[in-house]
């Protein structure tokens, strides 16, 4: 899914009435509602909009036919709620709410942020909210529950020294990004979800949709260096990690700010497109969307050569046919959400809405940061095994502290389990088998075996 197709909360056009007529069968859904409109209209025309401007020294707004619904005078401040019009059903299913319109301070009816006219809000009367709000909600779960893996994931790679390798450095910098820009996209849809911050499009708001796209690109950016810097492993023999990774921070962060910057001048320099907090998607939207095209197609490229690279090797050791096709359904099934391909499904938002569109594109955004970190943290034999070890160790210790105190241990044990900081190389070396990290750690002896699918390579006769 694209940037500028994330979904975000709408509104029903501004027109309404609170009666209609029965149907007739000869009439078309259009006609139907149309002939409740007018009758609406002509029932608040002889009974609301007749009547005078209230005496009583207060201040009101006026009396007023919405196009749909009929709102007598209403105190200033206060938020009038009717039951939905009948005649809604014809198009927007059976209503399920109320439509509400508020009076401000000022004695003015409030006005929608995007067009500046009086407007009534209309949300609760279809019963495509039910599946908007649903949508609104998986959105909210998956990139809370990303963020909450995320969170998780880089804590362990951080803590354990065995983990400390440029691949995992990689994956650390992917997993901020979703952290922050699940943040920053759980922000902004409660942002659109108050009406009155985004009619006032203060600075503030303006920034936090910036900064939201900004995040969004380094996201995509850091799957594009995923699938570079594992291209780069398995075609080069021999490469330099340290270049590699300033090539990747370059790429990851610094380069979103350029269609950052050129999208926020573009459109910021055109008023009619400054309304709402820019929560409208608009044509400049393509700036920030060509980089991603680039970055997924040239990912999906990468993903073909590796399979291409994979498969040769597993041909060349005369392996079975079911054990090539279940290497390289492996290699594929782990890559995917690794580089963000998954968004093939869902290339374009199609003109007309559609639910089934908008919740597996939703599912398919939020939830990704969730697969990775399953894949490459809490599912990775490595980092199970180095958890493991790290556990049975802090258990030994504990357990050599309880005999301590009881008086009851064994010296031989206490030696096989504690070796002092002065001890010779030789206990140096049994203390780091004891850590589960034999002569050197797990990065550096074999870095790309923390990889998969360099692993099923390697296996099979490259480098």
Known sequence: MMIDNRTEPEVLTTVSTTSGALPI?????EELMVRG??????????????QPYPEDGGLYCNATFDGWDCWNYTTAGNTVHH???????YK????????????????????HPDTGRTWTNYTLCSSKNETLQRVISIYYSGYAFSIFLSVAALFIFSIFRQLHCSRVTLHKNLFITYILSGAAWILMFALMDNHVMVKENKPFCQALHVLTQYLTLCNYFWMFCEGF???????????????LLVICYLIGWVGPLIPTAVYAAVRGSKPEL??????????????????????????FLFLLNILRILLSKLRAVNSSEAHQSRRAARATLILIPLLGLQYFVIPFKPNTASPVYDIISAILTSYQGVLVALFFCFGNGEVINVVRRK??????????????RSNTF??????????????????SLHRKSVDGVTGKDVCKTDETSYTPVIRDVRDNGEV
């Open 25 to 29: 069968p000869s009439l078309t859904p």
């Open 37 to 50: 409109i007018w009758m609406a209209w002509y029932e608040c025309n002889a009974t609301v909009l007749s």
């Open 83 to 89: 039951d939905c019009p009948t005649f809604l059903r």
């Open 92 to 111: 927007y299913g059976n209503p399920t709410g109320q439509a509400f319109k508020q009076c401000q301070e000022d004695g003015t009816w409030l006005a």
């Open 229 to 243: 810097y594992l291209h780069t492993l398995i075609v080069f023999a021999f490469t330099n990690d340290k270049r």
């Open 274 to 299: 400054r309304q709402g907090c820019w929560s409208r998607t608009t044509a400049e939207n393509w700036i920030l969307t060509g980089p991603v095209l680039v970055s997924l197609v040239v990912n």
């Open 391 to 404: 556990w049975k160790l802090m258990r030994q210790r504990l357990g050599s502290v309880d005999m301590k």
């Open 410 to 427: 064994n010296v031989s044990l206490l030696e096989t389990t504690y070796v002092p900081r002065n001890t010779s190389t030789s206990n």
